[in-house]
């Protein structure tokens, strides 16, 4: 079946640096996508979404990049913190179905 | 922004006992909400739709019998394994739709699951 996928499970970076994480979805009747960041033992957290009608938005310190031509989004985390180390997940839907998940990439942020 | 109540956190039960888990939308009315599965280092997987006053749509693979899963009233939905065993131990996850439907999905903490 279709599913949402991530290039890469880990990532390790510099206090400072940007980090980008990045997805591959299948789906493309998928018209919402949204970023979670998930700590140990605790629940997705919610980080910043976008809707097919759009290519790109900005939040605080994070931006996501919608492609959907080649089926790709991506996570920008600007000047990465340790706090910001975590799993992060990319997940689709048609809205008002279930989210769908990706497999995961791990942040870790050395200081 | 609204909140999702997962209880409980963690619980521990042996081989073969049943264990509910109930989820709680505490701002909003939730006609639809979701149960996921996360195995250790893995990702979220959907187990089941759940709507209010109607039964649960089960993803497939997901035993219904041994997954019941009750949306009685518009802010709770329950989950609960039955004769559970050391393979069922898991993180277990809700989700529910917020009122404006606009696609966010709002999560509960997770509830952990040991059986011994």
């Known amino acids: 079946g279709e599913s949402v996928g991530l290039h890469l499970p880990t990532l390790s970076v510099q206090e400072g640096d940007n980090s980008i994480i990045n997805c591959a979805y299948s789906n493309s009747a998928s018209d919402y996508f949204i970023w979670y960041k998930q700590e140990s033992g605790k629940g997705p957290q919610f980080i910043i979404d976008i809707r097919s009608n759009m290519d790109k938005r900005q939040g605080q310190r994070v931006t996501v990049l919608l492609n959907k031509t080649v089926k790709h989004l991506s996570l920008q985390i600007a000047a990465t913190q340790p706090g910001d180390s975590a799993v992060y997940f990319c997940a689709e839907n048609i809205v008002g179905t279930a989210l769908i998940f990706g497999k995961g990439t791990t942040l870790s942020v050395s200081s | 922004g609204a909140v999702v109540s997962q209880h409980p956190s963690r619980v521990i039960c042996k081989s073969g006992t049943s264990v509910k888990i109930e989820c709680r939308s505490l701002?909003?009315?939730?006609?639809?909400m979701f149960w996921y599965r996360q195995f250790p280092k893995q990702s979220l997987m959907l187990m089941a739709t759940?709507?209010?006053?109607?039964?649960?749509?089960?993803e497939q693979g997901v035993e219904k019998d041994k997954f019941l899963i009750n949306h009685a009233s518009l802010t709770l939905s329950t989950l609960t394994v039955t004769s559970a065993h050391p393979e069922d131990s898991s993180f277990y996850i809700c989700?529910?739709?917020?009122?404006?439907?606009?696609?966010?999905?709002?999560f509960g903490e997770g509830s952990r699951l040991t059986v011994l």
């Open positions: 701002d909003f009315q939730a006609t639809t």
């Open positions: 759940s709507n209010e006053g109607s039964k649960a749509t089960y």
């Open positions: 989700s529910a739709v917020g009122q404006a439907n606009t696609g966010e999905l709002f």
